[in-house]
């Protein structure tokens, strides 16, 4: 009786083989790059010439070129090519993160040491000079009113406009449209400040300051990143869950409303977040259409109100006591930036819950 496993197993025992022949060991990477770091640290520091960006760079440099010989020998060319790839690509993402983390860590190291209660809780009324007093409370109010007034004009405004272009087909009012779109995108944000105090100086009259105003111009650089985040979104949703709905004779509008929207729920949100973060850190058009004001005002619709961008620009911009020694204002500058960075932060992981909650179960516990 013959055995007819036999070629079987031996080709098995071939393919193994060959799947873990010429191996590099797993934490190669991490030890060439160690020793990297420390070969070009201790040639820098003996020329005398030792700096921590230098060293990262050099280490980077020597470990690409070092792996990329030694998987070449062991693995072969196409395993060294990938490896390359890979050390490119992590590279790559760690220059990312430099400025990220630099930005990060000095608005830390200068906004902590006047972020507290009180400057929180108290607004620049009757603060003058280089008086240690004064907080940040009107700006925040501003801010958030005047972005959350934005956010309800643009949202549904940019929401039914990437609805009719990705669910009703491309026709010759959609293209105009999406030329328009991609017009907006590049707009300045000056501009939008300028056209809103020119729309509402019709209105009101010259020299008109409102909250309104601002929403209105933040309202216009929001819609085309609103439409074009909303409209990719829209596009990722396959078409067989809206044939299966049109199957069942469900309506048009009601598998939009039903089926579409509720599927892309985590993008559209993730979509108007990015919307927000555009513009709320955005001081031109507020310096043009809200004014300046020490006090706070809740009324989007009557007088002057403040916003962090606009409050961090006229901190900073008063600059240095005539003796030459860094005022007060400099500080509040930096508390009221570090601000501005926790409520987008607050903004996003609010976003995070809602998508999270509000986006179909996927059927996992």
């Given at each position: 009786?013959?055995?007819?496993?036999?070629?079987?197993d031996?080709?098995?025992?071939?393919?193994a083989?060959?799947?873990?022949?010429?191996?590099l060991?797993?934490?190669?990477?991490?030890?060439?790059?160690?020793?990297?770091?420390?070969?070009?640290?201790?040639?820098?520091a003996?020329f005398?010439?030792?700096?921590?960006?230098l060293?990262?760079?050099?280490?980077?440099?020597?470990?690409?070129?070092?792996?990329?010989?030694?998987s070449r020998?062991?693995?072969?060319?196409r395993?060294?090519?990938?490896?390359?790839?890979?050390?490119?690509?992590?590279?790559?993402?760690?220059l990312?993160?430099?400025?990220?983390?630099?930005?990060?860590?000095?608005?830390?190291?200068?906004?902590?040491?006047?972020?507290?209660?009180?400057?929180?809780?108290?607004?620049?009324?009757g603060?003058?000079g280089?008086?240690?007093?004064?907080?940040?409370?009107?700006?925040?109010?501003g801010?958030?009113?005047i972005?959350?007034?934005?956010?309800?004009?643009?949202?549904?405004?940019?929401?039914?406009?990437?609805?009719?272009?990705?669910?009703?087909?491309?026709?010759?009012?959609?293209?105009?449209?999406?030329?328009?779109?991609?017009?907006?995108?590049?707009?300045?944000?000056?501009?939008?400040?300028?056209?809103?105090?020119?729309?509402?100086?019709?209105?009101?009259?010259?020299?008109?300051?409102?909250?309104?105003?601002?929403?209105?111009?933040?309202?216009?650089?929001?819609?085309?990143?609103v439409v074009?985040?909303?409209?990719?979104?829209l596009k990722?949703?396959?078409?067989?869950?809206?044939?299966?709905?049109?199957?069942?004779?469900?309506p048009?509008?009601?598998?939009?409303?039903?089926?579409?929207?509720?599927?892309a729920?985590?993008?559209?949100?993730?979509?108007?977040?990015?919307?927000?973060?555009?513009?709320?850190?955005e001081?031109?058009?507020?310096?043009?259409?809200?004014?300046?004001?020490?006090?706070?005002?809740?009324?989007?619709f009557?007088?002057?109100?403040m916003?962090?961008?606009?409050?961090?620009?006229?901190?900073?911009s008063?600059?240095?006591?005539?003796?030459?020694?860094?005022?007060?204002?400099?500080?509040?500058?930096?508390?009221?930036a570090?601000?501005?960075?926790?409520i987008v932060?607050?903004?996003?992981?609010?976003?995070?819950?809602v998508?999270?909650?509000f986006?179909p179960?996927?059927?996992?516990?």
């Open positions: 009786m013959t055995r007819v496993t036999a070629p079987v031996i080709e098995a025992s071939l393919v083989r060959r799947l873990t022949h010429g191996r060991p797993r934490h190669t990477p991490i030890a060439v790059f160690v020793a990297s770091l420390a070969v070009v640290a201790g040639v820098l003996l005398d010439a030792f700096s921590i960006p060293t990262v760079f050099l280490g980077v440099v020597v470990h690409a070129v070092a792996l990329l010989v030694a020998v062991v693995e072969g060319g395993a060294a090519r990938d490896r390359l790839a890979t050390t490119l690509m992590y590279s790559a993402f760690g990312a993160l430099i400025p990220l983390i630099s930005l990060l860590w000095t608005v830390l190291q200068y906004g902590l040491e006047r972020f507290d209660g009180y400057f929180l809780s108290y607004t620049m009324r603060v003058y280089g008086m240690d007093a004064g907080g940040v409370y009107h700006a925040i109010i801010t958030v009113e972005t959350a007034f934005a956010t309800l004009i643009s949202v549904p405004v940019g929401l039914l406009t990437a609805v009719y272009l990705v669910e009703y087909g491309p026709s010759r009012l959609g293209r105009a449209i999406t030329f328009f779109v991609d017009v907006m995108t590049g707009i300045p944000s000056i501009v939008a400040g300028l056209f809103a105090y020119a729309l509402f100086a019709l209105l009101f009259g010259p020299g008109v300051r409102m909250g309104v105003v601002g929403s209105v111009a933040l309202a216009v650089l929001m819609i085309p990143v074009r985040a909303s409209e990719e979104m990722l949703v396959p078409n067989e869950l809206r044939e299966a709905a049109y199957a069942l004779g469900v048009k509008w009601l598998t939009i409303v039903k089926v579409v929207l509720r599927t729920a985590a993008g559209l949100v993730t979509g108007v977040m990015l919307a927000i973060a555009r513009v709320i850190g001081t031109a058009p507020l310096l043009i259409t809200v004014g300046v004001v020490d006090s706070a005002n809740f009324n989007l009557d007088g002057r109100m916003t962090l961008p606009v409050y961090v620009f006229r901190q900073y008063q600059g240095l006591a005539p003796n030459g020694v860094t005022t007060i204002n400099y500080d509040r500058a930096w508390a009221a570090l601000t501005l960075i926790i932060m607050l903004l996003f992981l609010v976003a995070r819950l998508s999270r909650f986006s179960k996927t059927g996992r516990r």
